[in-house]
């Protein structure tokens, strides 16, 4: 069988694809190495999707993934593909599978800090995400780590609820842009620590302080934080990819406005993709946004 769309990845991005392509008919497989859901999964408490005051990323994801009647949905890790000619062939461990549209939405992990108590305090004071949980540490003392857009943004943002914010970052020179830099510095709320990365989250159930050493003369300093919001970069999961697709210097892949790689029918959609802002609505977004594009080109 030809499918009309193969999807790879199940986070909201592809399962909205999915549910638009099943709409408008399309035969759609979608191809997932581990369970649906992607990086929502691990948020227990998703505020900032309409509809819902407050939902688990797990709950969310098995009822998105519930609305998927008529496709054929596999677990298998594609390992290998084939996407230069009009027919474009992705194969797993188990066998090929054919498609006219390929749309990649394997989505994007943020970097980890890497101490071996990140996982289990993540969820329990420790963050990838201020937007998303930004809002928990309301009066409380919010410790942002990196020197990014993202790290002076969150900064920013949690400034505006937070009692204290501290910005953590490991050199003088800030990547991101200075206008921004500048609203921090005037900022009351934030204070700064240059030239300090953390060595140490401190913390049992539940995160309490967090580590610091001074990169060049090695003194430590420990500061008490409610949440600790990791903004070092993210990793697009792109690894399994052929040569060719064209991506940003962080890996990211660029699209038109269409979604469309510089490959004919092969898309990107969500984390994955070179975006401003990374949200689970905004992946939905985009994987409604595909499935008009491809609609319009066969309609053509
Ligand atoms: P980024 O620009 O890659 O910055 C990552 C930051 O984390 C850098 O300051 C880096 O330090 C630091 N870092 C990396 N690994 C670290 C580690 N192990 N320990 C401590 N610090 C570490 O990532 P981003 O801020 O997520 O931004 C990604 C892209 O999105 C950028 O192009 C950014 O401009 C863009 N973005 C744009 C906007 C906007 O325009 N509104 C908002 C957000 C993001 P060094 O500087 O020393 O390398």
Redesign the pocket.
């Given at each position: 069988m030809i499918y009309d769309v193969a999807i790879i990845g199940s986070g909201p991005a592809g399962m909205t694809a999915a549910l638009y392509g099943m709409r408008a008919g399309m035969s759609v497989l979608l191809l997932e190495k581990a369970f649906p859901g992607g990086q929502m999964v691990s948020s227990h408490n998703i505020e900032n999707y309409p509809g819902f005051h407050g939902i688990s990323g797990a709950e969310l994801a098995q009822a998105m993934k519930k609305q998927l009647t008529e496709i054929d949905y596999k677990t298998a890790e594609v390992v290998q593909m084939d996407l230069s000619g009009s027919i474009k062939l992705l194969t797993t461990k188990k066998e090929t599978f054919q498609a006219k549209n390929v749309i990649i939405a394997t989505g994007a992990n943020p970097?980890k800090?890497?101490f071996s108590n990140e996982e289990k305090l993540t969820g329990r004071g420790v963050s990838y995400c201020a937007t998303c949980d930004g809002a928990f540490y309301r009066n409380k003392t919010a410790t942002v780590?990196?020197?990014?857009?993202?790290?002076?943004?969150d900064a920013l943002y949690l400034a505006k609820f937070c009692e204290q914010v501290n910005l953590?970052?490991?050199?003088t020179?800030?990547?991101?842009?200075q206008s921004?830099l500048n609203q921090i510095r005037a900022n009351e709320k934030i204070k700064i620590y240059t030239e300090y990365?953390?060595v140490e989250l401190v913390g049992e159930e539940q995160l309490s302080e967090v580590v610091l050493e001074h990169t060049e003369t090695k003194d430590r300093l420990t500061l008490k934080t409610d949440g600790l919001f990791v903004?070092?970069?993210?990793q697009p999961n792109v690894s399994f990819l052929p040569e060719g697709i064209l991506k940003?210097d962080?890996g990211e892949i660029i699209t038109d406005k269409n979604m469309m790689t510089n490959l004919e029918d092969v898309y990107a959609i969500g984390d994955v993709r070179r975006k401003?802002l990374r949200q689970i609505v905004t992946a939905c977004s985009d994987g409604a946004e595909v499935i008009s594009a491809i609609q319009r080109k066969v309609n053509l």
């Amino acid at each position: 069988m030809i499918y009309d769309v193969a999807i790879i990845g199940s986070g909201p991005a592809g399962m909205t694809a999915a549910l638009y392509g099943m709409r408008a008919g399309m035969s759609v497989l979608l191809l997932e190495k581990a369970f649906p859901g992607g990086q929502m999964v691990s948020s227990h408490n998703i505020e900032n999707y309409p509809g819902f005051h407050g939902i688990s990323g797990a709950e969310l994801a098995q009822a998105m993934k519930k609305q998927l009647t008529e496709i054929d949905y596999k677990t298998a890790e594609v390992v290998q593909m084939d996407l230069s000619g009009s027919i474009k062939l992705l194969t797993t461990k188990k066998e090929t599978f054919q498609a006219k549209n390929v749309i990649i939405a394997t989505g994007a992990n943020p970097r980890k800090l890497g101490f071996s108590n990140e996982e289990k305090l993540t969820g329990r004071g420790v963050s990838y995400c201020a937007t998303c949980d930004g809002a928990f540490y309301r009066n409380k003392t919010a410790t942002v780590i990196g020197g990014g857009n993202t790290a002076l943004e969150d900064a920013l943002y949690l400034a505006k609820f937070c009692e204290q914010v501290n910005l953590v970052h490991r050199r003088t020179a800030f990547r991101g842009d200075q206008s921004t830099l500048n609203q921090i510095r005037a900022n009351e709320k934030i204070k700064i620590y240059t030239e300090y990365i953390p060595v140490e989250l401190v913390g049992e159930e539940q995160l309490s302080e967090v580590v610091l050493e001074h990169t060049e003369t090695k003194d430590r300093l420990t500061l008490k934080t409610d949440g600790l919001f990791v903004a070092i970069g993210y990793q697009p999961n792109v690894s399994f990819l052929p040569e060719g697709i064209l991506k940003s210097d962080f890996g990211e892949i660029i699209t038109d406005k269409n979604m469309m790689t510089n490959l004919e029918d092969v898309y990107a959609i969500g984390d994955v993709r070179r975006k401003e802002l990374r949200q689970i609505v905004t992946a939905c977004s985009d994987g409604a946004e595909v499935i008009s594009a491809i609609q319009r080109k066969v309609n053509l």
